[in-house]
């Protein structure tokens, strides 16, 4: 897709923690790339709140694997403030999922904050609704618990996930 006023197609921007990616994250990924000419699924090295369970080279290798199907995405990382990013990737828009109405007041202010620092726009995509319980979160407390979440996750992910479970029991048996 190109825009009237880009010589270039228009390149969108989903950040995350992706700590791991869900299938929730997927359907995003997916909807989204329909809607740009590129869609760069951008890993934030260090989340401000924790720090992450996987890797960043763990994360990389799950969401390629997982988006492997989806022809104009790609992966990528950053570190440091997601409007810095956007101005140097030289994105047109920040694409975020939206699963309830929770998430829409932390996204408002973020939304607002990197409009104000980068004057790119957040766009939002209504999770699907059989994904609006799913968050990277309660999916690894779930599995690490002993619980099922393969239907939460996308394949590759749910290989490391019980790769990363095995040796975490071996570390402490
Ligand atoms: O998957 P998450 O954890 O909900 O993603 C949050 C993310 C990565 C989008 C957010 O933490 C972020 O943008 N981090 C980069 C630091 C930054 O720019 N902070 C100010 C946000 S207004």
């Known amino acids: 897709m190109t825009d009237g006023n880009l010589s270039r197609p228009t390149r969108a921007i989903y950040p995350g923690s992706f700590d791991p990616p869900t299938h929730g994250h997927l359907d995003v990924a997916e909807r989204a790339a329909k809607c740009f000419g590129e869609l760069l699924v951008a890993i934030v090295v260090n989340p401000q709140k924790r720090s992450p369970m996987f890797s960043l080279d763990e ?23 997601l409007a ?6 030289q994105a047109d828009v920040i694409v975020k999922g939206l ?29 699907d609704q059989k994904y609006s319980f799913v968050s990277s979160s309660l999916v690894k407390e ?20 019980t790769a990363k479970r095995a040796s975490l029991q071996e570390t402490r048996s």
């Open 59 to 81: 994360r990389v290798a799950m969401l390629q694997e997982s988006i492997a199907g989806i022809p104009n995405a790609r992966v990528e990382h950053f570190r440091g403030l």
């Open 84 to 89: 810095d990013y956007v101005k140097a990737s």
């Open 99 to 127: 699963r309830v109405v929770s998430d829409f007041e932390s996204e408002m202010s973020a939304a607002m904050m990197n409009r104000s620092l980068s004057d790119v726009d957040t766009l939002f995509l209504m999770s």
């Open 142 to 161: 779930v599995f690490f618990l002993g619980g099922d979440v393969a239907s939460l996750v996308p394949d590759p992910v749910l290989r490391l996930m």
